[in-house]
């Protein structure tokens, strides 16, 4: 590497990006902004005593309970749906996007509206299914739903951006070369596309476990971090949020190093 | 047979992309399959390899009917125009990739790649990651990767085509030597007639999905079967005609009658077209007539009159003109005269040409014409 490679990019004298630099700071102190002043709460806030409270920590733990497994749904059944839509056009392709995107484009609550309107303890699944033991409302189970309903097309989306950028012929190739589809995919198509998938993976789960619109509509009990924090503002105002989010942060940076440091996925472009 | 292609259909939607192609490859024979860009190849290529179910047509590998086997089934190697190596894997781990499948075990399969790298010159480079090679170096590893695990067919779809032309004459030679080494039956896709002609034991010349000449290079060249393969294959001057006699057949061009070698089956009196390649034509002084008793008056002549003489039949006759325009091309001179008759016709000439607007005849020897039925041309022409 030479040196002018290692060398900061940036000279004076390069008036062609003052304009979008001006405008996009504009935006990032707009990010910035509330963000400290929100933080600055903390300090005058017990919020190891406000967490260490039985109704904070049950919270917590059905967070951490319900978004992994809403993540591993929406995963699990997405990334195949993500591959197909990469790959194949077929009768009825473009309703499958739109349906993708709908619970993107409708309000989070409207979607949960939608889930409790299918699964809903009146209609015949729901109540077949709390006859039997499970209820799909007012349950962890109900909040996975609601949760992977609101998260799953995130990593739809951009598991699909990751499997369009694969050449097809990269595929065709391991085909010739002996292997079948299943495992095509696994030793070409899904390494290739890893970075997408993992970014559109932690995504997912970023949304999961914020989810707050759908969740009160499909499960207000069992309280989640986020219904508890809605709970709390209700009763105490901002400060009695501050403990709470700080979880909901805390949980989201370190899946967002973990994923970062296990796939070195590249969210920030270095130039 | 190796590999057999019978009545091979194709189409995408209601476009027919392949129509009823046929072609054979005996072992360890190169064949090279030639054609414009849209013509087809690539389908063709694409079913051998079975990545496309043909809508019609039988492909045989071994005498084995493959046509609705998956593409894992079948032992063909397969080499794009883009290069289709595993960025996440090493270079070595790329060739042994295509082994694994066939479930050869680790040593073996560590001396195999070794082996196959050796074979592409690339022995050194087995622990190298594919971006840190050139773009040479990747053909060389994509063809051994694709050889490895020793195809019954190694199909070759415009492998030097993004290449840049040295290095495309360097690999041309190297696909050459590595072929007659393995012995491996081969496919050879390209537009590039100069490839094809270069590498081919046998060409197959397709034009708008269909098969338009198969032969040896030398043979299509030099008595091509159709129009489309006369102008594709090298150039060609294509010249209206109508026949005046047959046995020998002679033909009257701009207003002078030549004695053809070739084009039978043409009644007295059909409209002909006469390809010439350029390189057979010649340049001669101004004002200079067709000599011999041949051409003299064409037009009254009857057809049943027996020519004259067996050395008259490939005299040169001459065609007046004017020089139209000239190119320079170093080692000879593409000269484009303006015939009287109102055509133009290229010539090649190792000599000084005459200037641009100076009066000159051009000598065609009767033999190297290729005559065909008018209509036939414009035909293949259309579709290309």
Same mark, same amino acid.
């Given at each position: 590497?030479?040196?002018? !490679?290692?060398?900061?990019?940036?000279?004076?004298?390069?008036?062609?990006?003052?304009?979008?630099?001006?405008?996009?700071? $504009?935006?990032?102190?707009?990010?910035?902004?509330?963000?400290?002043?929100? $933080?600055?709460?903390?300090?005058?806030?017990?919020?190891?005593?406000?967490?260490?409270?039985?109704?904070?920590?049950?919270?917590?733990?059905?967070?951490?309970?319900?978004?992994?497994?809403?993540?591993?749904?929406?995963?699990?059944?997405?990334?195949?749906?993500?591959y197909?839509?990469?790959r194949r056009?077929?009768?009825?392709?473009?309703?499958?996007? =739109?349906?993708?995107?709908?619970?993107?484009?409708?309000?989070?609550?409207?979607?949960?509206?939608?889930?409790?309107?299918?699964?809903?303890?009146?209609?015949?699944?729901? =109540?077949?299914?709390?006859?039997?033991?499970?209820? $799909?409302? !007012?349950?962890?189970?109900?909040?996975?739903?609601?949760?992977?309903?609101?998260?799953?097309?995130?990593?739809?989306?951009?598991?699909?951006?990751?499997?369009?950028?694969?050449?097809e012929r990269l595929e065709r190739a391991s085909r010739s070369l002996g292997y079948g589809p299943v495992a095509t995919f696994r030793n070409v198509s899904?390494?290739?596309?890893?970075?997408?998938?993992?970014?559109?993976?932690?995504?997912?789960?970023?949304? =999961?476990?914020?989810?707050?619109?759908?969740?009160?509509?499909?499960?207000?009990?069992?309280?989640?971090?986020?219904?508890?924090?809605?709970?709390?503002?209700?009763?105490?105002?901002?400060?009695?949020?501050?403990?709470?989010?700080?979880?909901?942060?805390?949980?989201?940076?370190?899946?967002?190093?973990?994923?970062?440091? $296990?796939?070195?996925?590249?969210?920030?472009?270095?130039? | 047979?190796?590999l057999?292609?019978?009545?091979l259909?194709h189409?995408?939607?209601?476009?027919?992309?392949?129509?009823?192609?046929?072609?054979?490859?005996?072992?360890?024979?190169?064949?090279?399959?030639?054609?414009?860009?849209?013509?087809?190849?690539?389908t063709?290529v694409q079913t051998v390899a079975g990545h496309l179910q043909p809508t019609?047509g039988r492909v045989r590998l071994r005498?084995t009917d493959v046509t609705d086997s998956p593409p894992e089934t079948r032992r063909v190697g397969l080499?794009?125009?883009?290069?289709?190596?595993?960025?996440?894997?090493?270079?070595?781990?790329?060739?042994?990739y295509g082994?694994?499948a066939r479930g050869?075990?680790?040593?073996?399969?560590? #001396?195999? %790649?070794?082996?196959?790298?050796?074979?592409?010159?690339?022995?050194?480079?087995?622990?190298?990651?594919?971006?840190?090679?050139?773009?040479?170096?990747?053909?060389?590893?994509?063809?051994?990767?694709a050889?490895?695990p020793?195809p019954d067919v190694?199909l070759?779809?415009?492998?030097?085509? *993004?290449?840049?032309?040295?290095?495309?004459?360097?690999?041309?030679?190297?696909?050459?030597?590595?072929?007659?080494?393995?012995?491996?039956?081969?496919?050879?896709?390209?537009?590039?007639?100069?490839?094809?002609?270069?590498?081919?034991?046998?060409?197959?010349?397709?034009?708008?999905?269909?098969?338009?000449?198969?032969?040896?290079?030398?043979?299509?060249?030099?008595?091509?079967?159709?129009?489309?393969?006369?102008?594709?294959?090298?150039?060609?001057?294509?010249?209206?005609?109508?026949?005046?006699?047959?046995?020998?057949?002679?033909?009257?061009?701009?207003?002078?009658?030549?004695?053809?070698?070739?084009?039978?089956?043409?009644?007295?009196?059909?409209?002909?077209?006469?390809?010439?390649?350029?390189?057979?034509?010649?340049?001669?002084?101004?004002?200079?007539?067709?000599?011999?008793?041949?051409?003299?008056?064409?037009?009254?002549?009857?057809?049943?009159?027996?020519?004259?003489?067996?050395?008259?039949? #490939?005299?040169?006759?001459?065609?007046?003109?004017? %020089?139209?325009?000239?190119?320079?091309?170093?080692?000879?001179?593409?000269?484009? %005269?303006?015939?009287?008759?109102?055509?133009?016709?290229?010539?090649?000439?190792?000599?000084?040409?005459?200037? %641009?607007?100076?009066?000159?005849?051009?000598?065609?020897?009767?033999?190297?014409?290729?005559?065909?039925?008018?209509?036939?041309?414009?035909?293949?022409?259309? *579709?290309?």
């Amino acid at each position: 590497m030479s040196l002018a !490679d290692v060398a900061p990019s940036w000279r004076p004298g390069r008036p062609e990006l003052l304009v979008p630099a001006a405008l996009g700071g $504009l935006l990032l102190l707009y990010f910035v902004v509330p963000f400290v002043a929100f $933080l600055s709460r903390a300090g005058v806030t017990g919020v190891v005593a406000d967490l260490s409270t039985p109704d904070a920590q049950r919270a917590i733990r059905n967070s951490l309970l319900t978004a992994p497994v809403a993540t591993a749904v929406a995963t699990v059944l997405g990334v195949p749906l993500a591959y197909v839509l990469a790959r194949r056009s077929f009768p009825g392709k473009r309703l499958a996007e =739109a349906l993708v995107v709908l619970p993107l484009v409708v309000p989070p609550v409207v979607g949960g509206t939608m889930v409790l309107s299918a699964v809903g303890r009146f209609t015949p699944v729901g =109540a077949a299914a709390a006859a039997a033991g499970v209820p $799909l409302t !007012d349950s962890l189970l109900g909040v996975v739903l609601a949760q992977t309903f609101v998260a799953a097309p995130f990593v739809v989306v951009t598991a699909r951006a990751g499997f369009g950028a694969v050449d097809e012929r990269l595929e065709r190739a391991s085909r010739s070369l002996g292997y079948g589809p299943v495992a095509t995919f696994r030793n070409v198509s899904l390494p290739l596309a890893r970075g997408a998938v993992l970014a559109g993976v932690v995504l997912t789960f970023a949304r =999961a476990v914020g989810e707050f619109g759908a969740t009160m509509m499909v499960a207000y009990n069992p309280r989640t971090v986020p219904t508890r924090i809605w709970v709390e503002f209700i009763a105490g105002g901002v400060d009695a949020v501050v403990p709470l989010a700080l979880v909901l942060l805390g949980i989201a940076v370190l899946v967002l190093t973990a994923v970062q440091h $296990l796939g070195r996925v590249q969210t920030v472009t270095d130039r | 047979m190796t590999l057999e292609i019978d009545g091979l259909t194709h189409r995408y939607g209601d476009e027919p992309a392949v129509d009823g192609v046929s072609l054979s490859a005996a072992e360890g024979e190169l064949l090279a399959l030639l054609g414009p860009s849209g013509c087809g190849k690539t389908t063709v290529v694409q079913t051998v390899a079975g990545h496309l179910q043909p809508t019609g047509g039988r492909v045989r590998l071994r005498g084995t009917d493959v046509t609705d086997s998956p593409p894992e089934t079948r032992r063909v190697g397969l080499v794009f125009q883009e290069p289709t190596l595993y960025p996440h894997m090493t270079v070595g781990e790329n060739v042994a990739y295509g082994l694994k499948a066939r479930g050869v075990g680790p040593e073996e399969r560590a #001396a195999t %790649v070794d082996e196959y790298l050796g074979l592409v010159g690339l022995g050194d480079r087995r622990d190298s990651s594919p971006p840190e090679l050139s773009g040479g170096q990747r053909r060389r590893v994509e063809l051994a990767r694709a050889l490895a695990p020793e195809p019954d067919v190694l199909l070759l779809d415009e492998p030097l085509s *993004a290449l840049d032309r040295q290095l495309r004459r360097e690999l041309r030679e190297e696909v050459a030597r590595i072929q007659r080494e393995t012995g491996v039956t081969t496919l050879y896709v390209t537009h590039d007639q100069e490839t094809a002609m270069a590498l081919a034991d046998r060409l197959v010349v397709m034009n708008d999905g269909r098969v338009s000449g198969t032969g040896d290079p030398r043979t299509l060249y030099e008595s091509p079967p159709t129009p489309f393969v006369a102008s594709f294959l090298g150039r060609s001057n294509a010249l209206p005609g109508t026949v005046v006699g047959r046995q020998p057949l002679r033909v009257e061009v701009g207003g002078v009658e030549l004695a053809v070698g070739t084009g039978d089956g043409h009644p007295a009196g059909s409209e002909v077209t006469c390809h010439v390649r350029p390189e057979a034509l010649s340049l001669g002084p101004p004002g200079r007539d067709g000599a011999g008793p041949a051409s003299q008056g064409p037009a009254g002549r009857s057809p049943d009159v027996p020519y004259p003489s067996p050395e008259g039949v #490939a005299t040169a006759r001459s065609l007046q003109g004017e %020089v139209e325009r000239v190119a320079d091309l170093g080692k000879r001179y593409d000269v484009t %005269v303006r015939l009287d008759a109102g055509d133009t016709v290229l010539v090649e000439c190792r000599e000084r040409p005459p200037t %641009v607007g100076g009066r000159t005849t051009v000598e065609i020897p009767g033999r190297t014409v290729t005559v065909f039925r008018r209509g036939a041309d414009g035909v293949m022409r259309a *579709a290309e």
